[in-house]
């Protein structure tokens, strides 16, 4: 795809079982409404590292996980909850998976950066910083 030609590297990434699969599913459903964010979720899960959801650490991000991260298009720290479309709220600091930044996210742990296409197509860097499970993941 075009995106990934922009892309020299994409850090290794790390996926629990139960995320991948849900994931996977809710992408392949929205690609047709929200390609740009789906098929970037898409092309993530395809290359991610899949273990069961016990064997990853709470400090990969997952689904429900609190993100600090530096946001290179603004060069200021910002922290979230990655949540699934029906739980975004933006003023609540949570944000969806199928947007460019929660796709870009997503399986990464502090210390790793990327450099990921935000909604116009230019590229920027999401340094994580911090990760830990919010208490709607229940510890899973």
Do not use: C
Not at 54 to 79: K, Y
Not at 84 to 100: C, F, K, M, Q, V
């Amino acid at each position: 795809m075009a995106h990934q030609a922009k892309s020299e590297f994409r850090p290794a990434i790390v996926l629990r079982e139960t995320d991948a699969e849900r994931l996977s599913n809710l992408a392949s459903q929205m690609e047709a409404s929200a390609s740009l964010a789906a098929n970037l979720l898409l092309d993530e899960i395809d290359r991610a590292e899949v273990r069961a959801d016990h064997l990853v650490a709470d400090t990969t991000v997952g689904m429900h996980s609190v993100v600090e991260f530096i946001d290179g298009a603004h060069e200021r720290a910002r922290t979230v909850t990655l949540v699934y479309p029906s739980e975004a709220d933006i003023s609540a600091n949570r944000i969806s998976i199928l947007t460019p930044v929660g796709a870009g996210l997503i399986g990464l742990s502090p210390g790793q950066s990327i450099n990921w296409p935000d909604r116009d197509g230019n590229e920027r860097a999401l340094r994580i910083l911090k990760v830990s499970r919010s208490e709607a993941a229940g510890g899973t």
